[in-house]
């Protein structure tokens, strides 16, 4: 690895399983900066060359509104109360109680999930995860905010294509296959340090609900998304993805494919990959992002990749955060 932290230096996936002890299939040790995780693979020569992605000038926020999912399929999360308030008449002022920092498009820090088996990222002790704390915070992406280029791989559009729509409400695991398969479909070609961005259709499927079947399909527990494997976690750290974000609840489906590889070493996530790509690799996930207008609109120009920045709320030892997430192509 060099000083500069440039992507190609990192070892592959398999190498990973070759590292011993506790640092099996991790990334632990191996960043510049400890508690940034993957978004180190953005070099600045990365970021540069991002510049090329806009072509049209055209400028999307990919943050849905902070009470959007209410209800949503958290079964603790709630809409933020929004209050304004006055001094005097010629004075605002506002403040939003009971705010969820991941009840809406998110990202998920590296303090948000501590691996069952090895514990938080990098070794992170435990008693270190608390209100305060800045370790593996996100101040980390606030203070150094994520830039670069990002690639969109249209899921919904491609099973659109073939007359075969993704069903949401069975909650369809979706698996590597369906995405390279997709991915050839657009000619899309990743580069280290990319941003990839999942485009499912789930989350306008979801809000087009009524409030009662949102209620039900919460209750049911199912929702689509990529299914878990070894597989998805090796491309996912291989391609150098500096986060992996998607339209849908948690990137991944619920429940869990029959089979979880992950079953015995995430058994408090039931065998979801979570564990394995923000306390292992330290790869962020985004979550609930809005990407159908996005979606659309490459469709419409046939260019598949955006410059884009994302800078969560600077809140020390914040376990998440709105991306605030802005596109431009």
Same mark, same amino acid.
């Given at each position: ?5 440039? %992507? ?19 990334? *632990? ?16 020569? %990365? ?6 992605? &806009? $072509? ?16 949503? @399929? ?8 929004? +209050? ?28 948000? $999930? ?26 980390? *992406? %606030? ?22 729509? &993704? ?11 369906? &995405?390279?398969? %997709? ?6 070609? +990743? $580069? ?12 306008? *499927? ?30 996912? *750290? ?33 065998? @979801? @990959? ?8 330290? @790869? ?15 469709? =419409? ?6 410059? &884009? ?10 376990? =998440? ?9």
């Amino acid at each position: 690895m060099t000083a500069t932290g440039e %992507a190609s230096t990192y070892p592959n996936f398999a190498e990973l399983l070759q590292r011993k002890g506790d640092l099996t299939g991790t990334s *632990w040790g191996l960043f510049p900066e400890s508690g940034r995780g993957t978004p180190s693979f953005i070099s600045k020569k %990365a970021v540069l060359e991002a510049k090329d992605c &806009i $072509r049209t000038g055209t400028v999307f926020g990919l943050d849905y509104p902070a009470d959007a999912f209410d209800p949503g @399929m958290s079964l603790k999360r709630r809409a933020p109360r929004h +209050t304004i308030y006055s001094s005097h008449p010629a004075h605002r002022d506002d403040y939003l109680d009971g705010y969820y920092l991941q009840g809406s498009t998110q990202i998920d820090g590296l303090r948000h $999930r501590r691996a069952d088996d090895v514990g938080f990222y990098n070794g992170t002790p435990d008693d270190r995860i608390i209100e305060g704390t800045p370790d593996l915070g996100v101040q980390e *992406w %606030a203070e150094n905010p994520i830039a670069g280029r990002a690639i969109l791989i249209d899921l919904d559009g491609y099973r659109n294509s073939l007359g075969e729509p &993704i069903d949401h409400a069975a909650g369809e695991a979706l698996g590597l296959d369906l &995405i390279r398969t %997709a991915m050839a479909a657009q000619s899309l070609r +990743t $580069r280290p340090g990319d941003i990839l961005m999942l485009h499912t259709g789930w989350c306008e *499927w979801f809000l087009a609900l009524a409030a009662g079947e949102k209620q039900r399909i919460r209750e049911r527990r199912k929702a689509s998304g990529v299914a878990q494997s070894r597989e998805f976690v090796a491309w996912a *750290w291989d391609s150098q993805f500096a986060v992996v974000a998607a339209d849908n609840f948690a990137v991944e489906c619920l429940p869990v494919v029959s089979g979880s590889p992950f079953q015995l070493p995430a058994p408090n996530d039931h065998g @979801m @990959m979570h564990q394995q790509l923000l306390a292992k690799l330290g @790869m962020p996930l985004g979550e609930l992002w809005k990407l159908g207008p996005l979606a659309r609109h490459m469709r =419409g120009n046939g260019r598949w990749d955006a410059f &884009i920045s994302i800078k969560p709320l600077n809140i020390t030892g914040g376990t =998440g955060s709105p991306a605030n997430a802005t596109a431009i192509t």
